[in-house]
């Protein structure tokens, strides 16, 4: 079992930055790759980028350039540098975890950014 928890959001203007960690705890020693997601009212989850226990990073074109996923594995925690906010990043942030064919979730944390 992994259980993750997000931290970070909150409301910033356009064009301002904000940082997200997302702790991870349980058997970390199993996960894979772990991500950042997020979503709207009434829309899918978007993926926004993730991050394999080797360092490889992939990032959705939607937000490459300003949003940066990094982890510390001492801390068994990913972060999502998120530059250059616009309002249409609004959304709830959620991370996840991949270990041994199961996918964990944080309960998310609420961007909000103002125009």
């Known amino acids: 079992q992994v259980q993750l928890v997000e931290s970070g959001g909150g409301l910033v203007q356009a064009g301002g930055s904000l940082r997200l960690s997302c702790a991870a705890s349980?058997?970390?020693?199993?996960?894979?790759?772990m991500g950042w997601y997020r979503q709207t009212p009434g829309k899918q989850r978007e993926f926004i980028a993730r991050?394999?226990?080797?360092?490889?990073?992939l990032h959705d074109s939607s937000i490459k350039g300003r949003f940066t996923i990094s982890r510390d594995n001492a801390k068994n925690t990913i972060y999502l540098q998120m530059n250059s906010l616009k309002p249409e990043d609004t959304a709830v942030y959620s991370c996840?975890?991949?270990?041994?064919?199961?996918?964990?979730w944080g309960q998310g944390t609420q961007v909000t950014v103002s125009s």
């Open positions: 996840n975890a991949v270990s041994r064919g199961s996918t964990y």
């Open positions: 349980g058997t970390v020693f199993s996960i894979s790759t």
């Open positions: 991050i394999t226990n080797g360092g490889n990073t």
